[in-house]
């Protein structure tokens, strides 16, 4: 049974920073593209940052470029995103994904920057 399952979203204060985990189960991890969307209180789901299966190469939307930071690792089957210097803009739904031959897709997680 797959399974990504994320977690480490909250409240945070403007200017703070949140570590979220997508713990992933029920498929090859490794050989899989893993990405982070989100998607805002009445606004469409974006792609936020992504990172490849192999070699770590990493591309992030230029709304989060030097704030994020994607990273995987393949033994733990666990991708993170480090969120640095975070403004309410960020205030979102976050999810996992998971994309090869399938594409698979996390509950999500919740992330409130507010004073």
């Known amino acids: 049974q797959v399974q990504l399952v994320e977690s480490g979203g909250g409240l945070v204060q403007p200017g703070g920073s949140l570590r979220l985990s997508c713990a992933a189960s029920g498929f090859r991890f490794s050989t899989y593209v893993m990405r982070w969307y989100r998607q805002a209180p009445g606004k469409e789901r974006e792609l936020v940052a992504g990172i490849a299966s192999i070699g770590g190469s990493t591309n992030y939307a230029d709304f989060v470029k030097g704030r994020f930071t994607i990273s995987r690792d393949n033994a733990e089957n666990t991708v993170y995103l480090q969120m640095n210097s975070l403004k309410p803009d960020d205030t979102a739904v976050y999810y996992c994904?998971?994309?090869?031959?399938?594409?698979?897709w996390g509950k999500g997680t919740l992330v409130t920057v507010s004073s």
């Open positions: 994904n998971a994309i090869r031959y399938m594409d698979y």
